[in-house]
């Protein structure tokens, strides 16, 4: 079967760094995304990795390796808003978004 | 350019009866998926229309049910409500050309089943 794995909960301080993983185990991979959902609000996109390395974008940076299944998600200088879920997805070979059920991140003052 | 629509943001129905739910994709793409989120489950797939056609299907029994219209409105039928269909939906426009396709997701319509 295809599976999404990422921690339920991860809590950081305000200004500090975070990464948030997420491996995958899919049928055929076309690419990885990241989105953020803050709570009681639809997600938004926030990166999108199909080859190897890092992506840099902002505080927010996406890297990937296809060859381990891995992808991480790093958040620099932590804001109060960056409070809110962090959704990694993997289109798998029929085009399909196969999603992770998500990472709630807890930014503490 | 105006982001994606759903409409009606909030419903309350009770067990048996059933709901339509409407989506308006972002001008100009012709795919629209659907998902239902609960609280805890992550974004359960729930179907992908494009140019009209169902495109690809999740594991989700006949009472859902969906379509799409020539100007790529998408509804979404949920038939003989259950409880455990309590959820947010949430659907998804994109333009529909494979690998680099970003998802845009509308605000969803949140549906209480009493």
């Known amino acids: 079967g295809q599976n999404i794995d990422q921690p339920t909960e991860m809590t950081a301080t305000e200004g500090a760094i975070v990464q948030i993983n997420c491996t995958y185990q899919t049928s055929g991979f076309n690419g990885l995304f990241w989105y953020q959902q803050h709570a009681g609000e639809a997600p938004t996109f926030l990166s999108y990795?199909?080859l190897d390395g890092l992506e840099e974008k902002g505080r927010f940076s996406s890297f990937l390796s296809r060859s381990k299944g891995y992808s991480y998600l790093l958040l620099k200088e932590l804001q109060m808003k960056d409070s809110a879920s962090y959704l990694c997805a993997v289109m798998d070979s029929n085009y399909q978004l196969i999603w992770g059920a998500g990472t709630k991140l807890i930014i503490k003052p | 350019k105006a982001g994606v629509t759903q409409t009606p943001r909030y419903l309350i129905k009770t067990r048996g009866q059933q709901v339509t739910l409407s989506c308006s994709p972002i001008s100009g793409h012709r795919s629209v998926s659907w998902y239902q989120q609960t609280p805890g489950q992550g974004l359960q797939f729930l179907f992908e229309y494009f140019s009209e056609t169902q495109r690809n299907k999740g594991n989700f029994p006949g009472r859902f049910s969906g379509r799409q219209f020539s100007n790529s409105r998408s509804e979404m039928n949920v038939s003989t409500l259950e409880l455990g269909d309590s959820a947010l939906y949430l659907c998804?426009?994109?333009?529909?050309?494979?690998?680099?396709?970003?998802?845009?997701f509308g605000p969803g319509t949140r549906l209480t089943v009493l």
């Open positions: 990795n199909v």
């Open positions: 998804a426009s994109s333009l529909g050309q494979g690998d680099t396709d970003t998802q845009y």
